[in-house]
């Protein structure tokens, strides 16, 4: 078998020679299309603009967005850590708090809170 | 902020700085642009002064889009060849038929009287072909051969498939060769 030398397709020096002869856009054509843009520019002042896109694409970070982001995060964390020291602190802690939080009558009421006086636990009295 | 020629910004980076008042991006995407557009919509049109006329509808469409393009869905060429592919469907559709003697002359380039003459020559003769050819089949071969896209991007340009294109561009490539056999020799081209 003998080896043919590969053949150019005669159309690519048509295409090279209509590369190099398209036609270039006159400079008033140019500045006409700057023109537009300017003009474009300032109908729309005063919209609202945006920015470059650089949202993080991580797993995470869109868990983040999910959870509504940096803010919500950190109330998330203060109440965590709320619980955690609430569930850990001992029980004298809580009682004081808690008697912080209450009326002193109602601390009263429930020292002088006598059982026998209001239930009858003894046999057949029911 | 300026940009100079050894400057890498990306079209899109360009078009959300001019959505955000930097006239001088405008101008940067202008230049950047507007020879790309221009030069496809006159080998679809074949006539200089529409094609002058789609480029600049087809960069105030983009001045208009920019505050709302969606960033990382299409490359800005893309979509502005759509745009031009669009706009040359319309004007072609209302008149149907150019004339060969309408077509413009291609400005002269820094070659010769006479090969300056042949180049213009060869040129007009592959504009009168691709004139002749039906309307798809010119677009993707000027899209493949002479702004030299890739088959993908063609697709998403004309929204067909990748073998619509190879397709339409092979059959686009025989009827030109058919169309200009015979002219090679009058053209000055050799075989060697």
């Known amino acids: 078998m003998t080896d043919k030398p590969t053949q150019t397709d005669p159309l690519d020096q048509y295409f090279a020679d209509a590369r190099q002869n398209t036609?270039?856009?006159?400079?008033?054509?140019?500045?006409?299309?700057?023109?537009?843009?300017?003009?474009?520019?300032?109908?729309?002042?005063?919209?609202?603009?945006?920015?470059?896109?650089?949202?993080?694409?991580?797993?995470?970070?869109?868990?983040?967005?999910?959870?509504?982001?940096?803010?919500?995060?950190?109330?998330?964390?203060?109440?965590?850590?709320?619980?955690?020291?609430?569930?850990?602190?001992?029980?004298?802690?809580?009682?004081?708090?808690?008697?912080?939080?209450?009326?002193?009558?109602?601390?009263?009421?429930?020292?002088?809170?006598?059982?026998?006086?209001?239930?009858?636990?003894?046999?057949?009295?029911? | 902020m300026p940009f100079d020629a050894s400057t890498k910004v990306a079209d899109e980076t360009l078009l959300v700085l001019y959505a955000n008042g930097d006239a001088d991006a405008a101008r940067e995407l202008?230049?950047?642009?507007?020879?790309?557009?221009?030069?496809?919509?006159?080998?679809?049109?074949?006539?200089?002064?529409?094609?002058?006329?789609?480029?600049?509808?087809?960069?105030?469409?983009?001045?208009?889009?920019?505050?709302?393009?969606?960033?990382?869905e299409a490359q800005v060429t893309t979509w502005l060849y759509r745009v031009v592919a669009n706009l040359c469907t319309d004007r072609l559709r209302r008149s149907r038929s150019v004339a060969l003697d309408e077509i413009p002359e291609p400005e002269d380039g820094a070659s010769g009287p006479v090969d300056g003459m042949q180049e213009q020559a060869r040129s007009s003769a592959l504009q009168g072909a691709l004139n002749r050819l039906p309307e798809r089949q010119r677009q993707a071969v000027v899209l493949r051969h002479i702004e030299e896209l890739g088959n993908p991007e063609i697709a998403a340009i004309m929204g067909v498939s990748v073998e619509a294109v190879e397709s339409l561009v092979a059959r686009g490539k025989r009827a030109l060769t058919a169309d200009l056999q015979g002219r090679r020799e009058d053209l000055g081209y050799t075989d060697d």
Not at chain 1, 107 to 117: N, W
């Open chain 1, 23 to 126: 036609p270039q856009p006159s400079t008033d054509l140019l500045a006409r299309i700057v023109e537009d843009a300017v003009s474009t520019q300032k109908s729309s002042e005063g919209e609202l603009r945006y920015t470059v896109d650089d949202t993080p694409r991580g797993v995470l970070a869109s868990l983040l967005r999910q959870l509504g982001g940096w803010p919500t995060l950190a109330g998330l964390s203060t109440a965590s850590v709320a619980g955690l020291w609430l569930g850990l602190s001992a029980p004298e802690l809580l009682v004081a708090a808690t008697q912080g939080v209450m009326q002193a009558d109602e601390a009263v009421y429930a020292i002088e809170f006598e059982v026998e006086s209001y239930f009858d636990f003894s046999e057949g009295a029911l």
């Open chain 2, 30 to 72: 202008t230049l950047r642009l507007t020879p790309r557009i221009m030069g496809h919509a006159y080998r679809i049109l074949g006539n200089q002064a529409e094609a002058e006329d789609v480029a600049q509808e087809a960069m105030l469409r983009l001045w208009r889009v920019a505050r709302d393009w969606r960033q990382g």
